[in-house]
């Protein structure tokens, strides 16, 4: 399926992830299925394979295999279903927190600004938050708040104040009513830059994508069992720096909690001390990937 989605950093991924042959696996993020195809070639008859994807779209990829499952729901409620397809515990996740390809080539999904499409932005379409909605409702404050958090954007007091006063002569329905109202605080140099970070911070606002993963991590760590491995890849600031700090001390936000002995109560320990970036090669061959980092960790 590689028209809907170029898996990054796969053979490194999957090879680190992979030890038992035999065990049971899950993919937190199945998009294109390309990660759980590889894995699936490196599991025994006896091994089994679990996937999440909220994005009603994916369920076409899905492989014909009886050692595979696919879960429409959110990676966020990953323990509630290891408790049930796999009570020892799993030895492998993987999470590979990047837009689908398919999602940002599709017109109609509004997750890009290469097209005009409607301001959507939903992974799950049943979703009742939109971009749209976010952008014609929320205070200036709020849409502030989302622009430097989110996307880390310098002007976002600026790019608030366009949206607000754009939205009082019209309501902006997509993506070419966007781009048009934050024309004015576009940067002369880099326009194409100022604009992903801008989608981005609306996307990861509709689809609450960092309380997702604030969620996803301690219980992936729960449903791990023992010497089980946990591999995250991450594309930008926020979310690699939650993922690094809930190896290095248990807790998303760096808090690191010991025993009365000094011991550190963190579940994961860390495999790779740095994160594992694509080669010069995977890059040019897939854009998208340029920004991946790597980090796998063990269960203690």
């Not at 759980?36 to 006896?46: E, F, M, T, V, Y």
């Not at 398919?102 to 109609?108: S, Y």
């Not at 409702?137 to 007091?157: H, P, W």
């Not at 509709?206 to 301690?218: A, G, H, I, Y």
Request: charged share 25%; net charge neutral.
């Amino acid at each position: 399926m590689s028209e809907y989605h170029n898996s990054v950093l796969l053979k490194e991924s999957v090879d680190a992830l992979v030890l038992n042959p035999d065990g049971a696996y899950a993919d937190a993020t199945f998009g294109g299925g390309g990660h759980s195809r590889a894995i699936l070639k490196k599991l025994s008859p006896k091994g089994k394979l679990i996937a999440f994807d909220r994005d009603a779209d994916a369920a076409a990829n899905a492989p014909s295999d009886s050692r595979f499952k696919l879960i429409h729901n959110n990676f966020r409620f990953i323990h509630n279903y290891a408790l049930i397809e796999a009570p020892d515990g799993l030895d492998g996740i993987l999470a590979d927190l990047g837009v689908s390809s398919h999602q940002f080539d599709t017109a109609e999904r509004g997750f890009s600004f290469r097209f005009d499409g409607p301001l959507d932005m939903r992974m799950n379409v049943q979703g009742a938050k939109t971009a749209a909605d976010i952008v014609n409702s929320y205070t200036q404050e709020e849409l502030e708040r989302i622009f430097k958090i989110y996307g880390e954007v310098d002007n976002a007091r600026k790019l608030a104040q366009l949206i607000v006063a754009a939205r009082s002569r019209a309501q902006i329905l997509s993506t070419g009513d966007l781009d048009n109202a934050i024309a004015g605080a576009l940067p002369s140099f880099a326009e194409h830059k100022y604009l992903a970070k801008v989608y981005q911070a609306l996307r990861i606002e509709v689809n609450d994508e960092m309380r997702s993963l604030e969620k996803f991590l301690p219980g992936a760590a729960k449903s791990l069992k023992k010497g089980g491995r946990l591999a995250v890849i991450t594309y930008h600031s926020l979310e690699d720096r939650l993922v690094k700090n809930f190896i290095r001390s248990g807790s998303t936000d760096g808090t690191e909690t010991k025993d009365i002995y000094g011991r550190s109560s963190a579940p994961l320990k860390a495999v790779n001390r740095k994160p594992i970036v694509p080669e010069e090669t995977e890059i040019e061959s897939n854009t998208r990937a340029r920004s991946a980092k790597l980090r796998i960790a063990e269960k203690q």
